[in-house]
C-alpha cells in the first residue's frame, strides 16, 4: 500500500472534536478500518526501510493516551505514530513518522537518550564536531531538516562543561533528532511512499556516525 487514505484524517478529526470513550466505542468498526489500512502502509514503509537498512521492530503507538501524569485528561491521541527501530546493537536510531491533519511530520536521531549515551555524544562533541558538522550543513540534509530540533537545552551549560566552549550549541542540547513536517497534500499524494523513504533515506550518513559515536569510547577502542 503507497497511499494514506482520506478517512484517516477524517476519522483523527472527529476524535479531536469528540474525546471520549462513548464516542470512540460507537465508532469502533471505523477505527479498527483504519487502523488496518494504516498498518498495511507501515508494512510497505518497512519493506522500503529494509533495502536500504536492517528494521528489527515496528512499533505502532497506541491511540490510548497516558494520563497518569497529565493536566489533559483526554483519552485519546488524536494522532497516530508510528517507530521503526533498527537491527542489532551496532545500528542506533530509529526512524518515525507521525500523521495529523495539519501536524504530519517524520523524525529521526535520538530522543531524550539515557544519560550514558548523552554523555558519551556531549564528550564526542566536545572533542571533535567536524564530522557532525559536516553531516549537518549537507546540502539535501539542510534542506529537509534544517538542523538539530531545539525544543529542549539546558540553559547555559551541562555539569562539567565549559559555557565558553566553540561547540556549546551541540553540547548543551538534551536530545539529537531531526523533524521534517509533511502538509496533508503531500500525506494523500501517491508519492507520499517514496517521499517519506527518501527522508528516511537522507537519516542514515547521521545514523551510520552516530551509532560508531555510541558504540565505541572516546579513544575509538569497541564498547560492543
Given at each position: 500500500m503507497?497511499?494514506i487514505?482520506k478517512?484517516t484524517f ?10 471520549n470513550?462513548?464516542?470512540m ?5 471505523e477505527?479498527l478500518?483504519n487502523?488496518?489500512?494504516l498498518k498495511?502502509?507501515?508494512t510497505?514503509?518497512e519493506s522500503?526501510l529494509?533495502?536500504?537498512?536492517e528494521?528489527?521492530k515496528?512499533k505502532v503507538?497506541?491511540?490510548n493516551r497516558?494520563?497518569r ?16 527501530a ?6 542506533r536510531?530509529s ?5 495529523e ?5 517524520m523524525?529521526?536521531g535520538?530522543f ?6 548523552l554523555?558519551?555524544i556531549r564528550?564526542?562533541f566536545?572533542?571533535d564536531?567536524s564530522?557532525?558538522r ?5 546540502k539535501?540534509?539542510k534542506k529537509a531538516f534544517?538542523g538539530f530540533n531545539?525544543?529542549s ?5 551541562p ?5 565558553e ?7 548543551k542540547?538534551k536530545?539529537?533528532?531531526v523533524?521534517h ?9 501517491e508519492d507520499f511512499?517514496e517521499n517519506v523513504?527518501t527522508?528516511?533515506l ?6 551510520d556516525?552516530m551509532?560508531?559515536v555510541l ?7 569497541s564498547?560492543?
Open positions: 503507497s497511499t487514505p478517512s477524517l476519522f483523527l478529526k472527529s476524535l479531536k472534536k469528540n474525546n470513550r462513548d464516542w466505542q460507537e465508532n469502533k468498526k477505527y478500518a487502523e488496518k489500512l498495511q502502509f507501515y510497505s514503509i522500503n529494509n533495502k536500504i537498512d528494521i528489527s515496528v503507538f497506541r491511540i497516558d494520563l501524569f497529565s493536566k489533559d485528561k483526554t483519552p485519546y491521541n488524536v494522532h497516530r505514530s508510528v517507530n521503526f533498527r537491527v542489532g546493537a551496532h545500528r536510531g526512524y518515525y513518522l507521525r500523521l491533519s495539519g501536524n504530519s511530520m523524525a529521526g535520538f531524550s537518550p539515557e544519560s550514558s549515551d554523555l558519551r564528550k564526542e566536545e572533542m564536531s564530522e557532525i559536516d553531516i549537518l550543513k549537507q539535501k540534509f534544517g531545539q525544543e537545552t539546558v540553559k547555559t551549560a555539569r562539567n562543561f565549559n559555557k566552549d566553540p561547540n556549546i550549541d551541540l553540547i542540547l536530545s539529537y533528532f523533524v513536517p509533511f502538509t496533508d497534500a503531500e500525506v494523500f499524494s511512499l523513504t527522508h528516511f537522507l537519516l542514515r550518513p547521521y545514523f556516525y551509532s560508531e558504540t565505541t569510547d572516546l579513544n575509538g577502542v564498547l560492543l
